[in-house]
């Protein structure tokens, strides 16, 4: 797959059929529709955007923390200029509104999913779900990188976070919105937020893949200054 940076305008195919997120079609061509890293695949062409902030859009899964408690609304930082509104028949189980800070408080984060966006931007959540994954996060820790470093983070059809997951041992969940949630023994945690940040530092490089396996290889054989040659390696499977 090629890659490169483009900036707005720069030409990127003459076939408009593989026109992907982050381009538009001009006079019969493929251009940049941001400053980002170009994607070239087979079928597809997409720019994945360098900077920017995380703009809500219906169906994202995101990570939010409780900020306010107000009549029949939680309010909620989903790490956007827009607030998060997470109504009260939108929590899994019934309750009354007085009872409200009885299950999110302030300060607590959640696992969300944004329901609707409307046209002045006021972000509705929900908690519901048939798979009963949307929840408070009682455990493990949160780390935040770009938004716009995400699709590195996931990789291609998920490689990237599967290779983390089975590589570092620990559970995982990448929010759009910049959050990821990771839960596991304090050093696991540790070893995945340093390989997260290498991944946010080197999101514009190609191979990133390849180097992640050599970053935790040697990370794992040296976790910590301390050697682990004589450990069983099975223990980081």
């Known amino acids: 797959m ?3 940076i483009v900036i707005p305008g720069d030409l990127l195919s003459d076939d ?7 381009t538009y079609v001009a006079d019969g061509t493929v251009r940049a529709a941001l400053y980002g890293l170009m994607n070239k695949g087979e079928r597809y062409i997409s720019v994945i955007p360098l900077a920017g902030r995380y703009i809500p859009q219906t169906s994202d899964r995101v990570i939010g923390v409780i900020t306010e408690v107000t009549y029949s609304n939680w309010i909620v930082d989903i790490n956007s ?14 309750i009354e509104i007085e009872q409200m800070s009885r299950y999110l408080k ?24 048939k798979d009963r994954e949307l929840r408070r996060l009682s455990d493990g820790r949160i780390t935040a990188i770009s938004p716009t470093k995400m699709p590195r983070v996931i990789g291609r059809s998920g490689s990237m976070i599967r290779l983390l997951k ?5 559970n995982m969940f990448v929010g759009q919105n910049g959050r990821i949630w990771i839960n596991g023994s304090e050093d696991r945690i540790d070893l995945a937020i340093e390989a997260v940040r290498y991944i946010e530092a080197n999101a514009h490089t190609p191979g990133l893949t390849d180097r992640m396996q050599a970053f935790l290889k040697a990370k794992k054989k040296t976790r910590f200054g301390k050697t682990y040659e004589n450990e069983d390696e099975e223990e980081w499977r």
Do not use: F
């Open 81 to 94: 200029p827009y607030d998060g509104l997470l109504h009260i028949s939108q929590y899994p189980r019934r």
């Open 16 to 22: 408009i059929r593989v026109s992907g997120s982050g």
């Open 166 to 170: 089975s590589e570092i041992g620990c």
């Open 106 to 129: 302030v300060g607590d984060c959640i696992l969300t999913m944004v329901k609707d966006v409307d046209a002045s931007m006021k972000v509705e959540l929900t908690l519901r779900d």
């Open 2 to 4: 090629e890659k490169r």
